[in-house]
């Protein structure tokens, strides 16, 4: 059966006051867009507040997205797809990337339902292209292990990926731990491998920096707490 809504895929800001990161496709497609799909419901509204192109947010509908979501829950949730669009809202960035939005697209393609990617910011594609290590083989493996020998092991073996496949290794870290990720990445990768710091991108404070990892070690920054990226490439 022919389905009249979409499944849009959203882009949200990756920093704060980063609006004009938002394409001009991205504001015209909202227009037709009253059903909402968001893994924090209080901050996909205020992200469609900041964007000032509703006359009221009340009058928006928004449905709960996450890794716990299941599959008779997205049945439901999907119902208003057969006369109207739904939108998909990513906490940071671009759905299905690192982000349950992924179930949503799942679902839709299994229902043949058609699912509209829209252009926006990628923290880890802009951290990639920003870095110079290779882009044509690479792989992203989210988080880091929190335990100090796992994450350690976890490294080596990336590491040695890396040498055996010429790949960039990509991973994101809390915050608040981006100090400990960096202590651990110097104490375990080799003094020749290529590490890139990708801060707070698109942000006021954004720092983005590429080289050696004993060129790291001669001068060791102590890291806000901003979201990050790590890459390295052996």
Not at 21 to 45: G, M, N
Not at 209 to 228: E, H, N, R, Y
Request: proline residues 6%; contains cysteine.
């Amino acid at each position: 059966m022919e389905n009249k809504g979409k499944l849009y895929l959203i882009p949200t800001v990756i920093a704060e006051g980063a609006g004009n990161t938002i394409p001009s496709q991205v504001l015209e497609s909202l227009k037709s867009i009253h059903y909402f799909f968001a893994e924090d419901v209080r901050t996909a509204r205020r992200f469609l507040s900041s964007l000032e192109i509703y006359p009221s947010i009340e009058a928006l509908q928004f449905s709960v997205l996450n890794k716990d979501t299941k599959a008779d829950e997205l049945v439901e949730m999907f119902r208003p797809i057969d006369s109207n669009n739904i939108g998909v809202i990513s906490e940071s960035g671009c759905p299905g990337i690192a982000d349950p939005g992924a179930l949503a697209v799942h679902f839709a393609h299994q229902k043949n339902i058609q699912v509209v990617p829209l252009v926006g910011p990628s923290s880890l594609l802009l951290a990639l292209m920003a870095s110079g290590l290779n882009g044509q083989q690479f792989a992203f493996h989210g988080y880091l292990p929190i335990d100090s020998k796992e994450i350690s092991q976890k490294i080596e073996s990336l590491e040695k990926e890396s040498s055996q496949k010429s790949q960039t290794q990509i991973f994101i870290e809390t915050p608040y731990r981006n100090n400990q990720v960096l202590k651990h990445l110097l104490g375990s990768l080799g003094q020749l491998t290529q590490l890139c710091i990708a801060l707070d991108l698109t942000g006021k404070n954004e720092f983005i920096k590429t080289q050696t990892v004993g060129d790291w070690k001669k001068s060791t920054p102590s890291l806000p707490k901003s979201p990050a990226v790590f890459l390295f490439l052996s």
